[in-house]
């Protein structure tokens, strides 16, 4: 199976450059799965949720979601992306499995980042995951690394690949995900982007790029640079993902021990 992911540099707003150079950065790939950033057309700091809004796209109808169904037939792959997503008045930081007929897998991010909780209203859905044929796909976003329940709640719905779109600035996510690869013995692709972003006078976000592709054994199969926008698409053997043992005598998710663990 060829999995892979986009890391992209967009302009804060400039919806139709950033799809555009979306287009020259996946022309002449194909895959299976390809997964872009969180807001990967839109860019990231949005100061208002006013804002947020104005630049949200239904799912139904939206350009960003036409602009991924052609992008689907012309790479062959499923594409995860992150988006803003506007539903009955609401704004969500979303993300979306879509192929040449359409969405096909839906999730709103859970964890909201520092500001983002002044911009957007916080997921309303399930973990999703959802099946396209050679795998079974997760989808979190960005910030829900930082809370190993959402990697392990994907796992345990049968997720194979974790799909994490993501615009990082702490330093400790790439590293961070090859704990949840190991915990879960899942693949985790994390799409980033690169750039600075300082729409807040004073506050520029520098966003850290090293996207990556880590295997259940918590192998880094590929780390993409800290500021350049790059295309990966590698081949992997998704049947790892389906072995839970990592010896005869311990199974990940037939020893956890839920009669110790607490909700809080
Ligand atoms: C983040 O969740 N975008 C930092």
Same mark, same amino acid.
């Given at each position: ?18 799809? +555009? ?8 790939? #194909? ?54 997503? #506007? ?20 999730? *709103? ?8 909780? *002044? ?55 790439? +590293? ?15 799409? +980033? ?23 259940? +054994? ?37 020893? *956890? ?8």
């Amino acid at each position: 199976m060829k999995i892979g992911f986009v890391q992209n540099e967009p302009r804060f707003g400039e919806v139709e450059h950033n799809l +555009d150079r979306l287009s020259t950065l996946l022309a002449n790939h #194909s895959a299976d799965l390809i997964v872009l950033p969180e807001l990967f057309n839109t860019g990231y700091q949005f100061t208002t949720r006013e804002e947020a809004l104005k630049l949200a796209e239904p799912l139904s109808g939206g350009r960003t979601v036409e602009w991924l169904m052609e992008a689907s037939r012309r790479t062959q792959a499923a594409l995860v992306a992150g988006l803003a997503e #506007s539903s009955g008045g609401r704004v969500y930081n979303s993300a979306v499995l879509v192929r040449p007929e359409g969405v096909i897998g839906h999730y *709103r991010k859970a964890h909201l980042f520092d500001t983002e909780k *002044r911009v957007f209203d916080p997921g309303d859905l399930p973990l999703g995951v959802f099946d396209i044929g050679p795998a079974r796909v997760g989808i979190m976003i960005c910030f829900d690394w930082r809370f190993p329940e959402t990697a392990r709640t994907l796992a345990l719905k049968g997720a194979d690949i974790i799909a994490h779109p993501s615009n990082l600035v702490l330093k400790h996510c790439p +590293d961070a995900m090859i704990t949840r690869c190991l915990e879960n013995r899942v693949f985790a692709i994390t799409a +980033d982007r690169v750039g600075t972003e300082e729409r807040v006078a004073g506050q520029p976000l520098r966003f850290i790029g090293q996207s990556q592709v880590v295997d259940p +054994d918590g192998n880094v199969l590929h780390r993409a640079s800290a500021d350049q926008e790059e295309v990966k698409i590698l081949s992997v053997d998704i049947r790892q993902a389906r072995e839970k043992r990592i010896n005869p005598n311990n199974d990940l998710f037939d020893d *956890r021990r839920e009669d110790l663990y607490i909700a809080r």
